[in-house]
Protein backbone atom coordinates (compact mmCIF):
# COMPACT_ATOMS: atom_id res chain seq x y z
CA UNK A 1 0.00 0.00 0.00
CA UNK A 2 1.19 3.12 -1.05
CA UNK A 3 2.14 5.76 1.59
CA UNK A 4 0.13 8.82 2.73
CA UNK A 5 2.91 10.99 1.84
CA UNK A 6 0.95 14.88 2.64
CA UNK A 7 -1.48 15.34 5.17
CA UNK A 8 -5.20 16.52 3.85
CA UNK A 9 -6.47 19.90 4.32
CA UNK A 10 -7.38 21.08 6.51
CA UNK A 11 -4.65 19.28 8.74
CA UNK A 12 -1.88 20.56 7.01
CA UNK A 13 -2.35 24.25 7.93
CA UNK A 14 -3.59 23.96 12.03
CA UNK A 15 -3.89 21.34 14.92
CA UNK A 16 -6.32 18.85 14.63
CA UNK A 17 -7.87 16.11 17.13
CA UNK A 18 -7.06 12.26 16.16
CA UNK A 19 -10.95 11.89 15.48
CA UNK A 20 -10.28 14.43 12.38
CA UNK A 21 -7.06 12.80 11.04
CA UNK A 22 -9.42 9.72 11.26
CA UNK A 23 -12.56 10.89 9.70
CA UNK A 24 -10.00 12.78 6.79
CA UNK A 25 -8.46 8.68 6.28
CA UNK A 26 -5.32 9.38 7.91
CA UNK A 27 -3.59 6.29 9.59
CA UNK A 28 -2.55 6.11 13.19
CA UNK A 29 1.17 5.24 11.53
CA UNK A 30 0.91 8.54 9.54
CA UNK A 31 0.36 10.85 12.74
CA UNK A 32 4.20 9.10 13.90
CA UNK A 33 5.97 10.71 11.23
CA UNK A 34 8.30 13.53 12.20
CA UNK A 35 6.02 16.23 10.21
CA UNK A 36 3.13 15.66 13.52
CA UNK A 37 3.73 16.21 16.39
CA UNK A 38 1.50 15.01 19.45
CA UNK A 39 0.76 17.99 21.84
CA UNK A 40 -1.71 16.08 23.93
CA UNK A 41 -4.22 13.18 24.08
CA UNK A 42 -5.97 13.16 21.28
CA UNK A 43 -4.79 16.49 19.71
CA UNK A 44 -1.76 16.87 17.36
CA UNK A 45 -0.29 19.68 14.92
CA UNK A 46 1.48 20.00 11.97
CA UNK A 47 5.87 20.17 12.45
CA UNK A 48 5.57 23.17 10.47
CA UNK A 49 2.66 25.02 11.82
CA UNK A 50 3.32 28.77 13.35
CA UNK A 51 1.40 29.62 16.01
CA UNK A 52 -1.78 30.48 15.93
CA UNK A 53 -4.00 31.35 18.57
CA UNK A 54 -7.70 30.27 16.47
CA UNK A 55 -6.22 27.65 15.61
CA UNK A 56 -5.02 26.52 18.77
CA UNK A 57 -8.05 27.38 20.66
CA UNK A 58 -10.38 25.36 17.76
CA UNK A 59 -8.32 21.88 17.89
CA UNK A 60 -8.59 22.41 21.71
CA UNK A 61 -11.84 22.79 22.17
CA UNK A 62 -12.85 19.81 19.27
CA UNK A 63 -10.73 17.43 22.06
CA UNK A 64 -12.25 18.63 24.93
CA UNK A 65 -15.88 17.71 24.90
CA UNK A 66 -18.13 19.94 27.78
CA UNK A 67 -15.23 22.45 28.02
CA UNK A 68 -15.09 25.77 26.96
CA UNK A 69 -12.31 28.49 25.57
CA UNK A 70 -12.25 31.18 28.60
CA UNK A 71 -10.05 34.05 30.50
CA UNK A 72 -7.31 35.54 28.66
CA UNK A 73 -7.91 33.01 25.46
CA UNK A 74 -11.90 34.08 25.15
CA UNK A 75 -10.73 37.50 25.42
CA UNK A 76 -8.11 37.58 22.77
CA UNK A 77 -10.22 36.09 20.47
CA UNK A 78 -13.16 38.27 20.47
CA UNK A 79 -10.32 41.76 20.89
CA UNK A 80 -12.06 42.39 24.02
CA UNK A 81 -9.71 44.90 25.73
CA UNK A 82 -6.83 43.46 27.60
CA UNK A 83 -3.85 45.56 29.26
CA UNK A 84 -0.59 45.80 26.50
CA UNK A 85 0.78 42.96 28.69
CA UNK A 86 -1.85 40.74 28.61
CA UNK A 87 -2.77 41.91 24.27
CA UNK A 88 -0.63 39.13 22.79
CA UNK A 89 -0.82 36.42 25.14
CA UNK A 90 -0.30 32.93 23.91
CA UNK A 91 -1.67 31.49 26.59
CA UNK A 92 -4.65 28.56 26.41
CA UNK A 93 -7.11 28.73 28.94
CA UNK A 94 -9.73 25.87 29.26
CA UNK A 95 -12.57 25.80 31.79
CA UNK A 96 -14.77 22.75 32.36
CA UNK A 97 -17.45 21.72 35.17
CA UNK A 98 -16.83 20.38 38.09
CA UNK A 99 -18.60 17.00 36.91
CA UNK A 100 -15.69 16.72 34.00
CA UNK A 101 -12.10 15.24 35.41
CA UNK A 102 -9.60 18.25 35.48
CA UNK A 103 -7.90 19.70 33.06
CA UNK A 104 -4.17 17.95 32.44
CA UNK A 105 -3.30 19.32 29.43
CA UNK A 106 0.53 20.23 28.71
CA UNK A 107 1.05 23.69 27.71
CA UNK A 108 -3.02 24.51 28.59
CA UNK A 109 -4.13 26.37 31.95
CA UNK A 110 -7.53 24.67 33.08
CA UNK A 111 -10.03 26.16 34.97
CA UNK A 112 -12.63 23.91 37.34
CA UNK A 113 -15.57 26.11 37.38
CA UNK A 114 -19.47 27.00 38.16
CA UNK A 115 -20.99 28.42 35.30
CA UNK A 116 -24.60 29.08 34.06
CA UNK A 117 -25.53 27.72 30.04
CA UNK A 118 -26.00 31.38 29.46
CA UNK A 119 -22.54 32.39 30.48
CA UNK A 120 -20.96 30.12 27.28
CA UNK A 121 -22.12 30.24 23.74
CA UNK A 122 -21.06 28.77 20.61
CA UNK A 123 -19.34 31.31 18.12
CA UNK A 124 -18.39 29.93 14.72
CA UNK A 125 -18.36 26.62 15.84
CA UNK A 126 -16.17 27.46 19.14
CA UNK A 127 -17.22 26.90 22.63
CA UNK A 128 -16.49 30.15 24.20
CA UNK A 129 -17.36 32.00 27.37
CA UNK A 130 -19.54 35.08 26.89
CA UNK A 131 -17.80 38.58 27.01
CA UNK A 132 -19.33 39.28 30.04
CA UNK A 133 -18.56 36.05 31.44
CA UNK A 134 -14.78 36.55 30.39
CA UNK A 135 -14.45 39.68 32.09
CA UNK A 136 -15.63 38.32 35.95
CA UNK A 137 -13.05 35.42 35.26
CA UNK A 138 -10.29 38.06 34.26
CA UNK A 139 -11.59 39.88 37.47
CA UNK A 140 -9.05 37.64 39.96
CA UNK A 141 -6.13 38.81 37.86
CA UNK A 142 -6.63 42.25 36.24
CA UNK A 143 -5.77 45.13 38.47
CA UNK A 144 -8.76 47.17 39.76
CA UNK A 145 -8.32 50.27 36.56
CA UNK A 146 -7.95 47.37 33.99
CA UNK A 147 -11.11 45.54 34.99
CA UNK A 148 -13.15 49.28 35.03
CA UNK A 149 -11.74 49.54 31.32
CA UNK A 150 -12.68 46.48 30.03
CA UNK A 151 -16.25 46.70 31.66
CA UNK A 152 -16.87 50.39 30.38
CA UNK A 153 -15.84 48.87 26.96
CA UNK A 154 -18.89 46.35 27.55
CA UNK A 155 -21.19 49.04 28.79
CA UNK A 156 -20.47 51.96 26.47
CA UNK A 157 -22.64 52.88 23.45
CA UNK A 158 -21.58 51.73 19.93
CA UNK A 159 -21.35 54.43 17.39
CA UNK A 160 -23.77 53.74 14.57
CA UNK A 161 -21.37 54.92 12.02
CA UNK A 162 -18.76 53.14 12.88
CA UNK A 163 -19.99 50.22 14.13
CA UNK A 164 -21.59 47.20 12.57
CA UNK A 165 -24.28 47.27 16.36
CA UNK A 166 -26.27 49.31 17.65
CA UNK A 167 -26.04 47.73 21.02
CA UNK A 168 -23.64 47.54 23.86
CA UNK A 169 -22.39 44.22 24.66
CA UNK A 170 -23.91 44.29 28.58
CA UNK A 171 -25.43 46.42 30.38
CA UNK A 172 -25.00 47.71 34.41
CA UNK A 173 -28.06 45.58 35.91
CA UNK A 174 -26.94 42.47 33.56
CA UNK A 175 -23.18 42.74 34.80
CA UNK A 176 -24.52 43.18 39.05
CA UNK A 177 -27.04 39.61 37.74
CA UNK A 178 -24.31 38.20 36.66
CA UNK A 179 -21.87 38.84 39.80
CA UNK A 180 -24.98 38.17 41.83
CA UNK A 181 -24.77 34.61 41.03
CA UNK A 182 -21.31 33.87 41.86
CA UNK A 183 -20.75 35.14 45.68
CA UNK A 184 -17.66 32.79 46.52
CA UNK A 185 -15.80 33.14 42.97
CA UNK A 186 -12.48 34.24 43.53
CA UNK A 187 -12.27 37.99 42.65
CA UNK A 188 -15.68 38.76 43.02
CA UNK A 189 -15.06 41.59 45.61
CA UNK A 190 -12.61 43.60 42.83
CA UNK A 191 -15.67 42.88 40.71
CA UNK A 192 -17.92 44.50 42.51
CA UNK A 193 -15.25 47.65 43.19
CA UNK A 194 -15.41 47.37 39.37
CA UNK A 195 -19.17 47.51 39.08
CA UNK A 196 -19.29 50.72 41.51
CA UNK A 197 -16.65 52.51 39.01
CA UNK A 198 -17.83 51.79 35.30
CA UNK A 199 -19.47 54.26 33.48
CA UNK A 200 -21.10 54.36 30.23
CA UNK A 201 -19.89 56.76 28.33
CA UNK A 202 -15.38 55.70 27.92
CA UNK A 203 -14.46 55.70 24.31
CA UNK A 204 -11.11 54.15 25.28
CA UNK A 205 -9.02 52.88 28.27
CA UNK A 206 -7.18 55.91 28.42
CA UNK A 207 -10.25 58.05 29.25
CA UNK A 208 -11.30 55.12 31.58
CA UNK A 209 -7.81 55.48 33.02
CA UNK A 210 -8.05 59.45 33.57
CA UNK A 211 -11.48 59.45 34.79
CA UNK A 212 -9.96 57.16 37.32
CA UNK A 213 -7.24 58.92 38.19
CA UNK A 214 -9.27 62.10 38.56
CA UNK A 215 -11.64 60.36 41.00
CA UNK A 216 -7.94 59.18 43.33
CA UNK A 217 -7.74 62.60 43.32
CA UNK A 218 -11.21 63.56 45.08
CA UNK A 219 -12.31 66.38 41.78
CA UNK A 220 -15.64 66.41 41.02
CA UNK A 221 -16.54 63.38 38.60
CA UNK A 222 -16.91 64.30 34.97
CA UNK A 223 -19.55 64.21 32.45
CA UNK A 224 -18.69 61.82 29.68
CA UNK A 225 -19.45 62.35 25.87
CA UNK A 226 -19.91 65.94 26.76
CA UNK A 227 -21.32 67.70 23.89
CA UNK A 228 -20.98 71.97 23.14
CA UNK A 229 -24.54 71.88 21.94
CA UNK A 230 -26.64 69.62 24.57
CA UNK A 231 -29.22 67.97 21.86
CA UNK A 232 -27.54 68.68 19.01
CA UNK A 233 -26.45 65.21 17.72
CA UNK A 234 -24.09 67.24 15.01
CA UNK A 235 -22.29 69.04 17.63
CA UNK A 236 -18.51 68.24 18.55
CA UNK A 237 -18.03 66.81 21.58
CA UNK A 238 -15.31 66.24 24.63
CA UNK A 239 -14.29 63.09 25.68
CA UNK A 240 -14.74 64.23 29.40
CA UNK A 241 -15.62 67.95 30.61
CA UNK A 242 -17.78 69.93 33.19
CA UNK A 243 -20.34 72.13 31.81
CA UNK A 244 -20.67 74.33 34.45
CA UNK A 245 -17.29 75.17 34.62
CA UNK A 246 -17.10 75.30 30.49
CA UNK A 247 -14.14 72.55 30.53
CA UNK A 248 -13.68 70.13 27.74
CA UNK A 249 -10.95 67.04 28.23
CA UNK A 250 -9.42 65.41 25.27
CA UNK A 251 -7.59 62.48 25.05
CA UNK A 252 -5.91 61.78 21.99
CA UNK A 253 -4.55 58.67 20.92
CA UNK A 254 -2.11 57.60 18.15
CA UNK A 255 -4.75 57.85 16.02
CA UNK A 256 -5.21 61.15 16.11
CA UNK A 257 -1.55 61.91 14.93
CA UNK A 258 -3.26 61.36 11.55
CA UNK A 259 -3.28 64.71 9.22
CA UNK A 260 -7.01 64.61 8.60
CA UNK A 261 -8.10 63.55 12.18
CA UNK A 262 -5.70 65.76 13.51
CA UNK A 263 -7.18 68.91 12.01
CA UNK A 264 -10.83 67.51 12.67
CA UNK A 265 -9.35 67.35 16.14
CA UNK A 266 -8.15 71.31 16.00
CA UNK A 267 -11.75 72.09 14.56
CA UNK A 268 -13.36 70.42 17.72
CA UNK A 269 -11.07 72.23 20.11
CA UNK A 270 -11.94 75.49 18.23
CA UNK A 271 -15.79 75.47 18.90
CA UNK A 272 -15.10 74.60 22.54
CA UNK A 273 -12.65 77.62 22.58
CA UNK A 274 -14.91 79.89 20.71
CA UNK A 275 -18.00 79.15 23.21
CA UNK A 276 -15.64 79.84 26.35
CA UNK A 277 -14.47 76.93 27.11
CA UNK A 278 -10.89 76.08 28.44
CA UNK A 279 -10.13 72.75 26.66
CA UNK A 280 -7.22 70.23 27.97
CA UNK A 281 -5.90 68.02 25.59
CA UNK A 282 -3.79 64.89 26.72
CA UNK A 283 -1.63 62.03 24.90
CA UNK A 284 0.22 58.61 25.25
CA UNK A 285 2.82 60.87 27.60
CA UNK A 286 0.21 61.58 30.12
CA UNK A 287 -1.17 57.72 30.23
CA UNK A 288 2.61 57.09 30.49
CA UNK A 289 2.80 59.15 33.80
CA UNK A 290 -0.75 58.02 35.58
CA UNK A 291 -2.27 61.20 34.36
CA UNK A 292 -0.60 62.71 37.50
CA UNK A 293 0.11 65.83 35.71
CA UNK A 294 -2.88 66.11 34.03
CA UNK A 295 -4.86 65.34 37.14
CA UNK A 296 -2.69 68.44 38.10
CA UNK A 297 -3.77 70.29 35.24
CA UNK A 298 -7.46 69.80 35.98
CA UNK A 299 -7.46 70.99 39.51
CA UNK A 300 -5.62 74.49 38.13
CA UNK A 301 -8.33 74.90 35.63
CA UNK A 302 -11.50 73.72 38.20
CA UNK A 303 -9.76 76.24 39.96
CA UNK A 304 -10.09 79.00 37.61
CA UNK A 305 -13.09 77.53 36.66
CA UNK A 306 -14.24 78.33 40.34
CA UNK A 307 -13.32 81.53 40.35
CA UNK A 308 -14.91 82.48 36.62
CA UNK A 309 -17.97 80.81 37.65
CA UNK A 310 -18.69 81.22 41.15
CA UNK A 311 -22.26 79.94 40.79
CA UNK A 312 -21.20 76.64 40.21
CA UNK A 313 -20.44 76.16 43.79
CA UNK A 314 -21.53 72.15 43.93
CA UNK A 315 -18.75 71.87 41.80
CA UNK A 316 -15.34 73.38 43.92
CA UNK A 317 -12.37 71.38 43.66
CA UNK A 318 -11.32 69.60 46.85
CA UNK A 319 -7.48 69.23 47.70
Not at 26 to 31: A, M, P, Y
Not at 118 to 139: K, N
Not at 189 to 198: C, F, H, I, Y
Not at 267 to 280: I, K
Request: charged share 30%.
Amino acid sequence: MRKQEFLPPPLATAPFTFDAALTSGVTLNRLRRKDVINVGRGLYRPADWDFDLEGAARALSAASPGAWISHVTAARLRCQLLPPWLSDSAELHLSKPRSLPSVRRKGVIGHTVLALEDEIELVDGLRLSTRIRTWLDLARVLPLHDLVSMGDELIRIPRVDFESRTQPYATMPGLRILVGRHPNLQGIVRAREALDLMRVGADSAPESKLRLAIARANLPEPELQVPLRAGDARSPSADLGYRPRRLAIQYDGEHHLDDAQSLSDRRRDRAFESAGWTVLVFDRDDLADDFGRAVERIKRALRNGWLDHPQASGFASRD
